[in-house]
C-alpha cells in the first residue's frame, strides 16, 4: 500500500491523539509514505503552538520532533510547485474547499499522478470526503 500522508493523519500520530494505534498501523504497512511540505510545516506549527501555550514540556516537544523529523527522513516529500499550486486554484467536485485542504488535495492528486493506486492517510472529514469524490481511496475506512 502507498499512502499520501496528510496532517490530521500525521499530528494524531506524532502527539499520540486518539486513532494514533490506527495511523501508526497505517504508516507501518505502508511501502511507500508519500507527503508534502505542508504536512510537515503543519506538523511543526502544532507543536511550537503546543510548547507556547504550555501543553508540551520541552523534553515533550523535542520528543515529538524527532519523531516527526526521524520518519519524515523515510518518506518521499512533496514540495510547493507549479502543478500542485495551479491544481488547488482549480474547483474541486465538492466545493467549497478551504485553501489548506485544496493544496494537500492537489498534493495528493501529485502523488497519485506519480505512484499508481496512492491512498490518502487522512482523518479529516473534509479531506476524505473530497479525496473519495475525487475517485481516491481513504484511510482509514472510517
Partial sequence: MNLYAESSAVITWVLSQER???IESALAG???IISSDLTILECERVLVRGSAVG???DAELTKREVMLR???QHWMLLSFDPPVIERAQRPFPNEPIRTLDA???A???EA???VAGVRILSLDRRIREAARSMGM???PQQ
Fill in 103 to 105: 493544496l494537500h488535495l
Fill in 55 to 57: 501543553e508540551l514540556s
Fill in 107 to 109: 498534493f495528493a492528486l
Fill in 137 to 139: 481511496e481513504v484511510v
Fill in 30 to 32: 505502508a511501502e511507500l
Fill in 112 to 114: 497519485r499522478r506519480m
Fill in 70 to 72: 526521524t520518519a519524515a
Fill in 20 to 22: 494514533e494505534e490506527e
